[in-house]
């Protein structure tokens, strides 16, 4: 009873964790974004190269925000759920 | 989250990742026949789609590697509509979008991986592309390999995740308000994310051959 709610409470605090590290695409892309404005004020007609240079970079760069969300995810569904239905079970 | 089983084939189960992407194998196949039949030089209705999607690809494989990369042009188009359609059918109710199982985007980050190491091979020849694990000093050897499978890893993870992400939301904000909250959402994560993460996948896929081939 007591290992499956020590489980269940490292999984919370471990995928509220990993989600810090969405912190890092939060900045980067803030960043590119600012910067994409600043070359689009420039350069008015460059505004589509611009863009979609600035989506691409955003989004590669976003991966390892993904990848913390992919690890709290898998946490959570691995053995956050499975671990709490055998806590519902032992309680009854 | 794992892929629920739907039915079986003489003891193979078949998940839900693998039967809809026979449907969208069957509904790619379909469009490919059903509107290429008679093509005309002034293109009218499907066959403008069409060919926007085969010049874009054709024009993107080209300005990154140029004539030699007209060989890569199927593969590459093949692998962009597989993930739109994928990323798209996920805002049907009821439907599993393969992409959001790593199976499926492992699978296609390993053929990109296949695709440049092979035709690297069968340009260069094997001993140089040994060496250029080697580059640019001999005990960069292990960083080299590693940076290799991460480019893999990130390829496939970096399409599983995103797909997932926006699924996962989704369906949480079912259990709220079903027909009405998520829609938004849905807009977000299923259309804007899925053509932005099918472009990522496909400009990687093409970058990482043309590296590989320079």
Request: hydrophobic fraction near 55%; charge should be neutral.
């Amino acid at each position: 009873m007591l290992e499956a709610a020590i489980v269940i409470a490292a999984v919370a605090v471990g995928s509220g964790l990993a989600m810090i590290a969405g912190l890092g695409p939060g900045i980067g892309e803030g960043y590119a974004a600012g910067k994409a404005v600043e070359a689009i004020g420039r350069q008015p007609e460059a505004e589509n190269s611009v863009r979609t240079t600035m989506i691409l970079g955003q989004a590669i760069s976003e991966s390892t925000g993904i990848y913390s969300l992919a690890v709290a995810l898998l946490m959570i569904f691995s053995f956050g759920f499975p671990m709490f239905n055998k806590l519902m079970e032992l309680l009854g | 989250m794992e892929a629920r089983v739907l039915f079986h084939i003489s003891s193979l189960p078949i998940t839900e990742t693998v039967f809809f992407t026979w449907v969208i194998m069957v509904l790619l196949t379909l469009v490919s026949i059903v509107f290429t039949r008679n093509l005309k030089t002034i293109p009218r209705g499907m066959q403008n789609i069409l060919e926007v999607a085969v010049d874009g690809i054709e024009n993107l494989v080209h300005k990154d590697m140029g004539k030699r990369g007209s060989g890569y042009v199927p593969l590459i188009l093949t692998i962009a509509l597989f993930i739109l359609t994928a990323n798209l059918i996920s805002i049907f109710p009821g439907t599993f979008a393969p992409t959001q199982d790593l199976n499926t985007t492992a699978a296609l980050a390993i053929i990109v991986f296949l695709v440049a190491h092979g035709s690297e091979i069968r340009v260069k020849g094997l001993g140089p592309y040994i060496k250029t694990y080697f580059q640019p000093y001999f005990w960069m050897f292990p960083i080299n390999v590693v940076g290799e499978i991460a480019k893999v890893l990130s390829h496939a993870f970096r399409l599983y995740g995103n797909i997932l992400g926006g699924t996962i939301i989704i369906g949480i904000l079912y259990m709220f308000a079903p027909y009405v909250l998520p829609v938004p959402l849905m807009a977000w994560f299923g259309l804007f994310m899925g053509v932005i993460q099918t472009a990522v996948f496909t400009l990687l896929a093409v970058a990482y051959i043309q590296v590989r081939l320079e």
